[in-house]
């Protein structure tokens, strides 16, 4: 079992930054993959970024040159730094894990590829 809890979220102005961190408990030792969506409402769940074991990244096409996500083993945590917001990045985020094996590129895509999700973060970016 895997425990997630989000926090960093916030309001941000155009052009601002976020920082969003995800704490991770559990058996984390066999995680293949943690990584990070967002769901807008009205929208389907938007991969955004995501690492694997082995400290591969990967990342959805809203995120590409602004985004950018890190981990930290000691602490267990991930991150999620994100710059030069813009109004459309408004949604919830999420964090997630995975205990399955990565099959290529698309395979973060999929959410339903997670076994496990924190319970989201609300960013809003807004002047």
């Known amino acids: 079992q895997v425990h997630m809890v989000e926090s960093g979220g916030g309001l941000a102005q155009p052009g601002g930054s976020l920082r969003l961190s995800c704490e991770v408990s559990g058996i984390t030792s066999a995680l293949n993959a943690m990584g990070w969506y967002r769901q807008a409402p009205g929208k389907q769940r938007e991969s955004i970024a995501h690492?694997?074991?082995?400290?591969?990244?990967n990342y959805g096409d809203s995120a590409k040159g602004r985004f950018t996500i890190s981990r930290d083993n000691a602490k267990s945590t991930i991150y999620l730094q994100m710059n030069s917001l813009k109004p459309e990045d408004t949604a919830v985020y999420y964090c997630?894990?995975?205990?399955?094996?990565?099959?290529?590129?698309?395979?973060?895509?999929?959410?339903?590829?997670?076994?496990?999700w924190g319970q989201g973060t609300q960013v809003t970016v807004s002047s």
């Open positions: 997630a894990a995975s205990y399955k094996s990565v099959d290529g590129s698309n395979w973060f895509r999929y959410p339903q590829n997670y076994d496990y």
């Open positions: 690492i694997t074991r082995i400290g591969s990244t």
